[in-house]
């Protein structure tokens, strides 16, 4: 299984980005994807997720700005209103289920916003 994880780059403050995140290889059944970010010298915390029914949970302190979505196996994070603390690694992770759970991560794309 290979998560494949595009778009970060260099954005001003106030602006928007789109990330994306495709998976592949043996998936089985996909139960849940979304988006993680480490900031220098912080822990990786959840940004947004999406269930296969469609359930979407977002950190308190994206609500309103990012929007995430799937598309069969591509998960999407549109990135509004952009801030300067938004600045980290976006990992892209997934659920699988495989005869049992399997958790898979994706690289990391950087997102830099510039104030």
């Known amino acids: 299984v290979q998560l494949q994880a595009s778009g970060g780059g260099l954005v001003q403050a106030g602006g928007s980005r789109r990330l994306s995140c495709s998976v592949s290889?043996?998936?089985?059944?996909?139960?849940?994807m979304g988006w993680y970010r480490q900031a220098p010298e912080r822990q990786r915390e959840l940004v947004a997720t999406?269930?296969?029914?469609?359930s979407l949970n977002y950190a308190d302190d994206v609500k309103g700005r990012f929007i995430i979505s799937r598309d069969k196996n591509t998960v999407y994070l549109q990135m509004n209103d952009l801030k300067p603390e938004d600045t980290a690694v976006y990992y892209c992770?997934?659920?699988?289920?495989?005869?049992?759970?399997?958790?898979?991560w994706g690289q990391g794309t950087l997102v830099t916003v510039s104030s």
């Open positions: 999406i269930t296969d029914g469609g």
């Open positions: 290889g043996s998936i089985g059944s996909i139960t849940l």
């Open positions: 992770h997934t659920r699988l289920l495989v005869g049992i759970f399997r958790h898979y």
